[in-house]
């Protein structure tokens, strides 16, 4: 029996494979150092976790709106338009199942087959593959590694908006390479934003995860709020990776639909996690406090053992969970021509598990460099500095 053609332009989320040879390697009995996926080690602040069981138990366990339950819509609203210096209401607010389902929403709320749609590559490969799959045109943009990280190659981005372009796709506080515009790399992003007319999806996973500085969104920017869906997620901040809880946050005609797709996809968003989550954003903060306090350290330890290895020179990135060290020399001096050659042997070699520049976007014709990701939401610092020893030894040989 015959499939779907149009599968066959639906894409993945690869480092799920790396994370599976991870697994199948360490379980011949090797410690893995666990650098690969964007997961977290951390538990979940305890009054979640108690305000979760006590919806379970009081019997929130049916039905409930397909918008998300009143309450959190207007918590979200409250937490995030806070924190952007706008105002939002609960009509601008549809609970998701995680901000992953956003994406493909979104795009299917605005986007018309043949539509072009820029988006970040290095970047989230379900961009890619929610603008291919729905018959969208891809069109990618890049970044520029400076002395102090990387910044948005806004040339690249001007010569690619014509006619057909649709939308704009825009991560700030960037997976996989950290980055983190500013104010004036965000008002040039808008100003292009508003004279070509586009949506833009603000992915804002990440939003929270700053170390010093409060975050700043293209969303509060004269001229966005009313063209901008922010994609708004519970996974990070809260160290709830496997609960599934989002959000997509923008105008009203936009959230409308999107709420119309919760309906046909999935009825709802899990009811007692949507209470348990009104909770969390409205009572104790110190659990997210912790977990920043956590990831600061692993992050300190982690840039300290990649730029004591021979090769590897990079600035501790200010926001976001990860690491993308260029590691040209090091594939110089291994002879590799293909950095999966360097992942693959530097796992059986070391333990030591990471993603490459290729799990994040197809590469450019022009791209020179190599590079590969750490994630250390996932490994406790003794591990962190003792995976880098390991690799260490294996890169300089």
């Known amino acids: 029996m015959k499939l779907a053609k149009q599968i066959e ?33 951390i538990p979940t602040p305890d009054n979640i976790v ?21 309450e959190l819509r207007a918590a979200i609203a409250r937490d995030v338009g806070a924190k ?61 590694e400076t002395a102090t990280g990387f910044e948005l190659d806004l040339e690249a981005i001007r010569d690619s908006l014509g006619s057909k372009t649709r939308a704009l796709i825009y991560n700030n506080f960037q997976n996989p390479n950290g980055a983190e515009s500013s104010r004036a790399e965000m008002e040039q992003l808008a100003e292009l934003a508003i004279k070509y007319d ?45 609960w599934r809880l989002g959000a997509a946050i923008g105008p009203q005609s936009a959230i409308d639909i999107i709420n119309k797709f919760n309906t046909n996809i999935e009825s709802c968003t899990t009811h007692f996690i949507q209470k348990g989550m009104v909770d969390a954003i409205e009572g104790d903060t110190s659990g997210p406090d912790s977990i920043l306090a956590t990831l600061r350290q692993r992050r ?15 600035q501790a990135p200010n926001s976001t969970f990860y690491l993308f060290p260029n590691v040209t020399p090091i594939m110089a001096r291994k002879g590799f021509t293909d ?15 990471f993603c490459t520049r290729k799990h994040f976007g197809r590469s450019g014709k022009n791209e020179q460099n190599h590079y590969v990701r750490f994630a250390y939401s996932g490994i406790d610092v003794d591990d962190i500095n003792e995976g880098m020893a390991r690799l260490k030894n294996y890169f300089e040989a």
């Open 339 to 353: 950095i999966n050659q360097l992942m693959n042997e530097a796992l059986t070699e070391t333990n030591v598990s």
């Open 50 to 70: 108690a305000a979760t069981e006590k919806a379970i138990a009081d019997g929130f366990t049916g039905y409930c709106p397909g918008a998300g339950i009143p």
């Open 84 to 144: 952007r210096q706008i105002e939002y209401s609960v009509e601008n607010v549809s609970v998701q199942p995680g901000g992953k389902p956003v994406i493909g929403k979104f795009l299917a709320t605005v986007m018309n087959p043949g539509d072009e749609v820029l988006y970040p590559n290095p970047g989230y490969p379900i961009y890619e593959s929610q603008i291919e799959y729905q018959d969208g045109i891809a069109v990618p943009y890049g970044y520029i």
């Open 198 to 242: 586009l949506w833009v999806l603000s992915d804002e996973a990440y939003f929270e995860i700053q170390y010093s500085g409060k975050p700043e969104s293209i969303v509060s920017l004269p001229g966005m709020q009313q063209r901008s869906i922010i994609l708004y997620t519970c996974s990070k901040r809260f160290a709830m990776t496997g």
């Open 9 to 41: 332009k639906l894409g993945t989320e690869t480092a799920f494979a790396v994370s599976a040879a991870a697994n199948a390697w360490g379980a011949k009995g090797n410690k893995i150092y666990p650098f690969h996926l964007g997961d977290m080690n």
């Open 300 to 314: 300190d330890a982690a840039v300290a053992g990649l730029n004591a290895i021979d090769g590897i020179s990079m």
